[in-house]
């Protein structure tokens, strides 16, 4: 059986293309006055709430915009029009960048754009706690040397002569160096 692949090509690109079509008209023109008449005439509960029969039956405007659609087109169009409204600039901005395509691949961009953003957080945090540690350690350090000059202060050492003397090891510490009085 021979199958025109032209003509099943061109069914598929002109799907494609109002598909896109489709999508830029509802995202441009309906989901953010859809948002806005279903927060009205559920006088805010909607979105925080789920859209019940109940709502939509004691509304004819709700009546109205959801005649002829079967429950799960109505949640669909629901959660579409409450996502756009609360992105719709990265929405907008995602369609200019790679083209109108459907709404569910265009939040799936947007979805995987945010995750990468959250672990550049996640490593901010974890540098704020590794710089935190190291005060912490540095602190440490510093009780450490404080306690062991108080305790030369209490024998009788200058303690500035001590921290000159220290210093003066850090900066050139060769254990290999013989000092002066053992050198022939």
């Given at each position: ?17 109002a ?25 805010g509960a ?6 019940t ?16 659609l ?10 579409d ?29 947007i ?12 490593v ?9 540690e ?9 009780y ?6 108080a ?7 200058d303690?500035q002569?001590?921290?000159r ?20």
């Open positions: 059986m021979t199958h025109n692949v032209e003509t099943i090509n061109h069914a598929l690109r002109g799907a494609a293309e598909e896109m079509v489709h999508t830029q008209s509802l995202v441009t023109e309906h989901y953010l006055p859809m948002w806005e008449v279903l927060n009205e005439e559920t006088e909607w979105p925080e709430k789920s859209l029969k109940k709502m939509i039956s004691n509304s004819e405007r709700l009546t109205d915009l959801f005649v002829f079967t429950p799960e087109q109505r949640s669909e169009f629901a959660r029009s409450k996502f756009v409204q609360a992105n719709f600039d990265a929405v907008i901005e995602e369609a200019h960048t790679n083209g109108w395509r459907k709404l569910s691949a265009i939040r799936k961009a979805q995987k754009a945010q995750k990468a953003e959250e672990p550049t957080e996640e901010a945090e974890e540098a704020t706690e590794e710089v935190a190291k005060e912490l350690e540095k602190a440490d350090y510093v450490a040397v404080a306690a062991w000059l305790k030369a202060q209490n024998v009788g050492f303690s002569e001590i921290v003397l220290a210093l003066k090891e850090v900066a050139d510490p060769d254990p290999l160096e013989i000092p002066e009085k053992f050198r022939r």
